[in-house]
Nanobody
């Protein structure tokens, strides 16, 4: 079983940047594909970016070219670098370990002011 703790959210102006971190503990982090999801008010949770155990990445069309997911297996941490933020990126961002069962972090709020 893996436990996840996100950090790095906050308030930023449109056009700005934030980096989210997700620290994992309790299991073999390097074996997991990891994902960042987000949920805006009154909307369904959606996949933002995914990184496989081998390091290959996938992105939602809405964030391609602006967001970058990466992982540091030595630090048991996955990151989401978010650049050129837009108002519509405002949401709670969740880290997920994509095993047989998906494990979720507690979420971190990202608010982009227009």
């Amino acid at each position: 079983q893996v436990q996840l703790v996100e950090s790095g959210g906050g308030l930023v102006q449109a056009g700005g940047s934030l980096r989210l971190s997700c620290a994992a503990s309790g299991s073999i982090f390097s074996m997991y594909a990891m994902g960042w999801y987000r949920q805006a008010p009154e909307k369904q949770r959606e996949l933002v970016a995914r990184i496989s155990a081998a390091g290959s990445t996938n992105y939602a069309d809405s964030v391609k070219g602006r967001f970058t997911i990466s992982r540091d297996n030595a630090k048991n941490t996955v990151y989401l670098q978010m650049n050129s933020l837009k108002y519509e990126d405002t949401a709670v961002y969740y880290c997920a370990a994509l095993g047989v069962v998906t494990t979720w972090g507690q979420g971190t709020q990202v608010t982009v002011s227009s």
